[in-house]
């Protein structure tokens, strides 16, 4: 009787032939630059954000002064603006977005969701640029003849809705970032819908629930974090979006309680002086409002990261 | 409450949600109906073979913008999509303990910065040593924004690869580097070449990172090392100008530009149609 020698199956441990070692190598290799290229926006822009950071220090951001002549530089007027349009693009974006996912997800029939949810994608797909140039051409008149003599009559015992109307401003640039980031919000809440466990619906289902109970007890309620996380991911975006805005809120550097009034975003600030920031300071002031606009969208997209996550586990990407 | 009521309601929240997607939807056929409108006039032979005319001149074309935009657009992919690819394989197969949630999370995380802060970036480690604005600055603040769309989607194409197919070459004694590159990564392909589509489609109509970057320039390229023109940064530059035959130009630029994005998201789609079911 003759022992049947195994061979070497038991050997094949870590280190395996070269042509595996190497590749593993690459792989790590690209997956760490990766991460090492995201430690260098942290460090240049810190570097470069440096003098500004050293001569101002935090009055930057409280103080509204922006004269590069003299070279007083406060970046509060850039906040608040980034700020104002940001949350006025989320009031309009937010009912509609979810409401939108709720349909494509829930209650839509099988067969327009496909076609439905292809134009979304084409909803976000459309440059900055060209929404920026229908805001100037098509949307700011709109609200300069029609909407914001309306709104000043009815509504104009607010402080929100006085002024002359000038079109571009505060409102114009809330609605056009609202239409450029309702399409990221409705695609993660679809994702977040669509990831919530099919038992949740067939349970509410079962008890005799109609469609839209079963979505706002069983699935909602379910995604709520994730749903969270997806208007969060639509706040970092309006937050950092640069051209379209740039090309309808009129761009003076003023603190104005009015929507009708002109403002000035971060990003758009930037856009705008970056080319021409004739000294050091200047650049690096701007480089500043950068690393805060940097700051500020890493710890809110960072947090809704984790929040969609929380919903349909970190392997899935998100399409936006 | 009454089944009727209950009903009822069912009925007006599904109205409700459908009217929400149809506003959603909306702006864009409001948007590529001023387009084709308002630019449609505007395209004609000149407008792609010529050269912009000098200022208060009527005419000229953006040929040198659409040029441009290729020349970026395929820089960004030469930088970044290697890199991309490998990196979503190393997400996708990595039995790391630390480095692929970290690397997840990164790209996440920098899909989300704000594309002018890539600008500024690009600015400070490539148009500051350089001392001059050049596409290749251009071309490197495009791929550190593809980059990150081009790492999840082919993590998650590569994700879809069956593991039997990976088994049933693992047990035919081929080594682990070769089932990866010739068996799990062409498998993959139609799906990693939408999520290559989708990201070039969004760094063409890019403007922000190419303010001073790539600068914009009215003549043609003059190598990778000098400013170049693209078609975003010529329709803004055309929008906020105070020439009626510019703002014409802008919207044709604009017509251009939409076709070029929707042409590429349309192909992106048909690749991969029918391949995986797990693609929505």
Redesign the interface.
Known sequence: MSVVAIPHIAVRTAP??L??R???G??????????L??A??VV??L??ALPAMHKFGWRFVVTSTWDPVAERFGALPFVYGTVVSSLLALLIAV??????A???A???PAWIR?P????????A??????????G???LAPLLRTWVQPFLGATLGFLPLFQGPPYGVGMLAAGIILA?MV??FI?AVSREVL?AVPNTQREAALALGA????T?RMAVLRYGRSGLVGAIL?GL??A?????AVT?VIGNRPEVALSLFAPGYTM?SV??NE??EATSDLYLSAL?DI?LL??VV??I???L??LLVWSVGG??????? | MTPAARRGINIVMSGVAALAAALVVLPLLVIFGFLLWQGASAVNVDFFLHLPKPVGEAGGGMANAIVGTLILVMLAAALGLPLGIFGGLYLAESRDRRLPWLARFVADVLNGVPSIVIGIFAYTVIVLPMKRFSALAGGFALAVIMLPIVVRTSEEMVRLVPSSLREAALALGIPEWKVLLRVVLPTARAGIITGVMVAIARVAGETAPLLFTAFGNRFWHQGLDQPIAALPLQIFAYAIAPYDDWHRQAWAGALTLIGLVFVVSLAARVVTSGRFTGVR
């Open positions: 395996r032939n042509g595996d190497i590749l593993r690459v792989l790590r290799l690209a997956a760490l630059v990766l991460v290229l995201v260098a926006i240049e822009m570097r470069t009912p509609l977005g979810v409401g939108a709720i349909y494509l829930e209650l839509a496909p439905l949810a292809f134009l979304v994608e084409l909803v797909a459309v440059p900055s640029v060209i929404y920026g140039l229908w100037i051409f098509v239409i309702v399409p409705t669509l109609t469609r839209w109970e979505t991911l970092g975006r937050l950092g979006e640069t051209m090309m990003a930037i856009a970056f080319t480089i950068g606009l940097f969208t890493v809110v997209n960072a809704a990261r970190p392997v899935k990407a998100i399409r936006e």
